[in-house]
């Protein structure tokens, strides 16, 4: 071969080479703009795109994904070829930016997986993944607890009233700590009645977890539990149920989310547990 | 292979809302991990502080992709 190849093959999912799948890819355009469609071989198939070699290429996707703006379009991109596919019923996604250098390589990658990707496709059939968070809700607490202040502390100095009103934010971060603690530990075992698989994420932390939203607490715990797709709802409302009453704590339930918290062998990787 | 999500699931599902850093969790820390042809070596991708050093290296005989799926 004398020229350098124009396109690379860009990879979002492994899932059954079915109609349904054939007619999905068609109306998706991947992280790159361009058309997706699958490779098949035998009873798997792949989601793929193809992808210019100079901007998926060793250096160009390094560069990429080192550029916050950048890698959120291609995240965003991947996100939404596995999000319109997960309602087909079973796809494994793919981790971000796994790229191969022609659709030969692709089917050789499915090949050889197959006896790894059929149980697992098999096992996450029909289920979907919830995200559950929970957060300390210090700025909840001390904005509901402001006015009260003033009220109370009224007869004092400002200087007494100032230590006064900083003794009790921090009883109440004390507070709002251990109840989010007790509150994770009443979601995990409210969630586990449902969810046939947990995996714990690392708390978010950061610049990017504060962009989720504003009143953000701290992150104590982010789970994502593998939830039968007809339970899922109920998901959901025993979660939040398992919220209610609950002072100092915010709890976000994302999702439904294709199973990517799932799609790993049971191995060393994550933090897996039975729910 | 039938479908048991609804139409609102289906919307959620490809929801362009959905916040980033819940997609980077999933996108970097889950999701099959395959010898592409480039292999992305994120295990030390710091997403508290947005540090996003991703290395990667073209797989090779000599250096082959670490035991994946």
Redesign the interface.
């Given at each position: 071969m004398t020229d350098i190849a124009q396109h690379?093959v860009y990879?979002y999912a492994?899932l059954?080479p079915?109609p349904?799948a054939a007619r999905a890819v068609a109306a998706l355009r991947g992280v790159a703009d361009e058309q997706v469609g699958l490779v098949e071989t035998g009873d798997l198939a792949a989601a793929v795109g193809p992808v210019p070699a100079r901007e998926f290429?060793?250096a160009a996707?390094?560069a990429r994904?080192?550029?916050?703006p950048r890698?959120?379009t291609l995240?965003?991109g991947?996100?939404?070829v596995v999000?319109?596919l997960?309602?087909?019923?079973?796809v494994?996604?793919?981790?971000?930016?796994?790229?191969?250098?022609d659709e030969d390589?692709v089917r050789q990658?499915l090949q050889e997986?197959r006896d790894?990707?059929l149980p697992?496709l098999e096992r996450l059939?029909?289920h979907?993944?919830w995200?559950v968070k929970v957060y300390t809700d210090a700025g909840g607490e001390t904005a509901a607890a402001a006015p009260e202040d003033d009220a109370g502390d009224s007869g004092l100095s400002p200087g007494r009233a100032y230590l006064a009103a900083r003794r009790r934010r921090r009883r109440g971060a004390e507070d709002a700590w251990q109840a989010a603690v007790r509150t994770a530990a009443r979601i995990a075992d409210e969630a586990g009645e449902i969810a046939v698989e947990r995996?714990a994420?690392?708390p978010?932390?950061?610049?990017?977890?504060k962009?989720?939203g504003a009143e953000a607490g701290e992150n104590i715990a982010?789970d994502?539990y593998l939830v039968p797709?007809?339970r899922?709802e109920d998901f959901r409302a025993r979660v939040l149920a398992a919220t209610e009453g609950q002072e100092g704590v915010r709890v976000e339930v994302?999702?439904?989310?294709?199973p990517?918290?799932?799609?790993?062998?049971p191995a060393p990787?994550?933090h897996r547990e039975s729910a | 292979?039938?479908?048991?999500?609804d139409e609102e699931?289906?919307r959620?599902?490809?929801?362009?809302e959905?916040?980033?850093?819940?997609?980077?969790?999933?996108?970097?820390?889950?999701?099959?991990?395959?010898?592409?042809?480039?292999v992305?070596s994120?295990a030390d991708v710091d997403?508290?502080?947005?540090d996003?050093?991703?290395?990667?290296a073209?797989v090779d005989a000599e250096h082959p992709a670490p035991p994946l799926?």
């Amino acid at each position: 071969m004398t020229d350098i190849a124009q396109h690379m093959v860009y990879a979002y999912a492994v899932l059954r080479p079915t109609p349904e799948a054939a007619r999905a890819v068609a109306a998706l355009r991947g992280v790159a703009d361009e058309q997706v469609g699958l490779v098949e071989t035998g009873d798997l198939a792949a989601a793929v795109g193809p992808v210019p070699a100079r901007e998926f290429g060793e250096a160009a996707l390094k560069a990429r994904l080192e550029e916050l703006p950048r890698l959120e379009t291609l995240a965003r991109g991947h996100h939404g070829v596995v999000a319109a596919l997960a309602p087909l019923g079973a796809v494994l996604p793919l981790r971000l930016a796994t790229v191969y250098r022609d659709e030969d390589r692709v089917r050789q990658m499915l090949q050889e997986r197959r006896d790894e990707f059929l149980p697992l496709l098999e096992r996450l059939t029909g289920h979907v993944e919830w995200g559950v968070k929970v957060y300390t809700d210090a700025g909840g607490e001390t904005a509901a607890a402001a006015p009260e202040d003033d009220a109370g502390d009224s007869g004092l100095s400002p200087g007494r009233a100032y230590l006064a009103a900083r003794r009790r934010r921090r009883r109440g971060a004390e507070d709002a700590w251990q109840a989010a603690v007790r509150t994770a530990a009443r979601i995990a075992d409210e969630a586990g009645e449902i969810a046939v698989e947990r995996v714990a994420h690392r708390p978010q932390r950061g610049e990017l977890a504060k962009a989720g939203g504003a009143e953000a607490g701290e992150n104590i715990a982010n789970d994502a539990y593998l939830v039968p797709a007809d339970r899922a709802e109920d998901f959901r409302a025993r979660v939040l149920a398992a919220t209610e009453g609950q002072e100092g704590v915010r709890v976000e339930v994302t999702g439904p989310w294709a199973p990517y918290s799932f799609a790993l062998p049971p191995a060393p990787v994550a933090h897996r547990e039975s729910a | 292979m039938s479908t048991s999500l609804d139409e609102e699931d289906t919307r959620a599902l490809a929801g362009r809302e959905v916040a980033l850093i819940d997609i980077l969790d999933r996108l970097l820390q889950g999701g099959v991990v395959l010898a592409g042809d480039l292999v992305l070596s994120i295990a030390d991708v710091d997403l508290v502080r947005i540090d996003l050093r991703a290395v990667i290296a073209p797989v090779d005989a000599e250096h082959p992709a670490p035991p994946l799926l």
